[in-house]
Nanobody, 117 residues
């Protein structure tokens, strides 16, 4: 059974940083793409980024490009989402998902990020 577990959400002031993590098995991280999505209240789910499994290329949504980055921690079997210069409009539940960068088959439970002063 594929399990993805997000952590690291919370309340942060505008302009501040926050780091999320997505824990997954080594098999998943080695063989499947991993993406991050977010969903704000009353809005559709929005794709944030994807890390390709084939060559490690990372693709970012324009709304987060230059502010968000991602990396893998092999020792912890996690993929992190480093969010900098956060804005109130970044407030959402953030999800990690795995599959391909075009289709995601498994999802985590989500973690809340609130950007507010």
């Amino acid at each position: 059974q594929v399990q993805l577990v997000e952590s690291g959400g919370g309340l942060v002031q505008p302009g501040g940083p926050l780091r999320l993590s997505c824990a997954a098995s080594v098999f998943i991280l080695d063989n499947y793409a991993l993406g991050w999505f977010r969903q704000a209240p009353g809005k559709e789910r929005e794709w944030v980024l994807c890390i390709s499994s084939s060559d490690g290329s990372t693709y970012y949504a324009d709304s987060v490009k230059g502010r968000f980055t991602t990396s893998r921690d092999n020792a912890k079997n996690t993929v992190s989402l480093q969010m900098n210069s956060l804005k109130p409009e970044d407030t959402a539940v953030y999800y990690c998902a795995t599959g391909t960068c075009d289709r995601y088959d498994y999802w985590g439970q989500g973690t809340q990020v609130t950007v507010s002063s």
